[in-house]
């Protein structure tokens, strides 16, 4: 689900095309496979929809962006390089600064759009430099199958260093109250309502209200919200991150429009920190498919 503006600039286009929506630059492809629209602030995917699914896509997005320098709720923000306020110690030794860090503010260049497959492949990179010692590069592949996104970091600085980050997926369901998680049966979390206690998973996951909850997981994931079973793959990841507000209320966002998505994140979390040497890179990866039929 997505906002109507943003929805009416996708139906309008034909083929590929750049548009201004929310006071941002948004690519945005409308093609037999189907479609898709990324945010430049953000290298931000808003919406995926396959020709085959006849839904409203699969990512949700607040109907009430904020203006930039602020940034969408919505889609599949970037967090990097640190999750939540877990700032790594040299940018930021009393973890002050913008949550979920830097690059969901930055601008980002569109270096490359390819063809492939029946669908699309876009390459990003931040415009400015956004760290003293790590470079992230963001790639988005969609067709009419799936869509994955990946976040790489590569470190080219001189000392060793601790990351996390996370994808942020915003899925769009019918009732987040009403949703079922698949596959997280025994794992250990972290209940971050619950001052970050350790409990264990009995059973799939109902949700059935507000949650916070930080998985010790990299299983793959089925999520089933009464209309569709949709599929969510990670990669680079052993931290799955479980979020719905309830009706704690959002600045940006309705407590009844926030019932329309459920967060299931690839994450690097305290749980699973990436120590990055000089020279090495990390790939955060997700995605996103129908469940195929048995």
């Avoid at 945005?28 to 995926?48: K, R």
């Avoid at 700032?87 to 969901?104: C, F, I, N, Q, V």
């Avoid at 669908?119 to 963001?138: D, F, K, M, N």
């Avoid at 990390?282 to 469940?291: K, P, V």
Wanted: charged share 20%.
């Amino acid at each position: 689900m997505i906002p109507e503006s943003l929805a009416a600039l996708i139906d309008e286009t034909c083929g590929q095309r750049r548009v201004s929506w929310a006071g941002r630059e948004v690519w945005i492809a409308n093609e037999p496979w189907g479609q898709l629209a990324v945010s430049l602030q953000g290298a931000q995917p808003l919406h995926f929809r396959p020709a085959r699914d006849d839904g409203d896509g699969w990512l949700w997005v607040t109907p009430t962006p904020q203006d930039p320098p602020g940034t969408i709720r919505g889609g599949i923000p970037l967090c990097w390089p640190w999750f939540a306020n877990e700032r790594t110690a040299d940018e930021s030794p009393d973890r002050t600064g913008p949550m979920h860090g830097l690059a969901r503010q930055a601008d980002w260049h569109l270096e490359a759009v390819d063809e492939h497959e029946g669908g699309v492949e876009l390459h990003l990179s931040p415009a400015q430099r956004l760290h003293t010692q790590l470079i992230p590069r963001a790639v988005i592949q969609a067709n009419g199958q799936r869509l994955h996104v990946e976040l790489i970091t590569e470190h080219v600085g001189e000392t060793p260093i601790k990351t996390s980050g996370a994808l942020h997926t915003y899925l769009a369901v019918s009732d987040a109250h009403a949703c079922r998680v698949e596959g997280l049966a025994g794992a250990r979390f972290l209940d971050k309502l619950a001052d970050f206690a350790e409990r264990e998973q009995q059973g799939e996951l109902g949700v059935r209200g507000g949650l916070d909850r930080i998985y010790h997981s990299n299983a793959t994931l089925m999520l089933d919200d009464g209309q569709r079973r949709l599929c969510i793959a990670r990669q680079g990841s052993d931290s799955a991150v479980i979020w719905q507000p309830g009706e704690i209320p959002l600045t940006d966002t309705s407590i009844d429009a926030a019932r329309r998505f459920l967060c299931v994140e690839a994450a690097n979390t305290r749980l699973d920190p990436v120590w990055l040497v000089p020279g090495a890179q990390h790939l955060l990866g997700t995605t996103l498919s129908l469940e195929t039929p048995s």
